[in-house]
C-alpha cells in the first residue's frame, strides 16, 4: 500500500481551497522534495494536543513560489481529497499514513441552505472591508469554498470537513455564519463610530 506523507499544522485545508506555505525543517524540506519530484501529493491534517485529527486533506503542490539558498521553499498547494488516517507509519523522518478516500454523499444542498450561507458570506466579507468572493461561484463543494476564504473557527472548520453531505455541511455552514454576524456587525459599528471621532468622513 502506498503510503501518504503527512503535514501536521495548526490549520484545516479543505477540499477547493489553497494553501500557502514556507518550508523550512529539513525533515519538511526532504518530504517536499520528494512530493516535487514525483509530482507526488501530501496529506494536510490538523495538529493537535495529543496526535493529529483523524480526518484530513490531501494537498496537490500548484506552484513554488520562491527558493531560497538554504533549501527553503515558498510554495502554494491546493487542497484535493478528504482521507481518514487508517494507520501511521513513522519509519521516516516525517510522519506517513495509510488513509482512506472519503467521497462526498450524492446529497445536494437546497438552493434555499445555498442562499443563506452566501449571503451572510458576503455580509462578513462586506464587514471585513474585502472584495467580494469569486468562490461562490466555483465549482465543487459550495460549503468549502465559502468556509475556506474565512478565518473560521478551527474546530467548526474540522467538523465541515469530517462531514460527508454538502446538504449538511450547508446547513452548518449557514447556521454558523449567520450566528457569528450580530457580534461582527457590532464590532463594525463600534470601530465606525471611533474612527469618525464623531464627524461625517
Known amino acids: 500500500m502506498t503510503l501518504l506523507p ?20 529539513p525533515r ?8 516535487l519530484a514525483n509530482k507526488a ?21 500548484t506552484s513554488v513560489t520562491k527558493e531560497y539558498s ?6 502554494i498547494a491546493h487542497g484535493r481529497q478528504r482521507f481518514e ?3 501511521l507509519d513513522r519509519e521516516r523522518s516525517f510522519l506517513r499514513a495509510e488513509i482512506l478516500a472519503l467521497p462526498d454523499e450524492p ?5 434555499l441552505e445555498k442562499q443563506r450561507a452566501v449571503q451572510a458570506h458576503k455580509e462578513i466579507l462586506s464587514l471585513a472591508g474585502a472584495a467580494p468572493d469569486a468562490s461562490a461561484t466555483a465549482p465543487g463543494a459550495l460549503s468549502f469554498h465559502l468556509a475556506g476564504s474565512l478565518p473560521l473557527d478551527l474546530d467548526f472548520k474540522q467538523k465541515l470537513l469530517s462531514t460527508l453531505s454538502e446538504r449538511e455541511r450547508m446547513h452548518e455552514l449557514a447556521a454558523y455564519l449567520e450566528s ?8 463594525a459599528r463600534a470601530k465606525e463610530k471611533a474612527g469618525g471621532n464623531g464627524h461625517v468622513r
Open 41 to 61: 501529493p501530501f496529506g494536510v491534517v490538523r495538529a493537535l494536543e495529543q496526535g493529529i485529527a483523524e480526518i484530513g486533506c490531501t494537498a496537490e503542490i
Open 28 to 35: 519538511y524540506k526532504e518530504m517536499i522534495g520528494e512530493c
Open 6 to 25: 503527512l503535514f501536521p499544522l495548526d490549520l484545516v485545508l479543505l477540499p477547493g481551497t489553497d494553501l500557502p506555505l514556507h518550508i523550512f525543517e
Open 107 to 111: 446529497e445536494e444542498a437546497t438552493d
Open 85 to 87: 488516517v487508517l494507520q
Open 180 to 187: 457569528i454576524l450580530p457580534g461582527l456587525r457590532r464590532a
Open 70 to 75: 538554504d533549501g527553503r521553499l515558498d510554495l
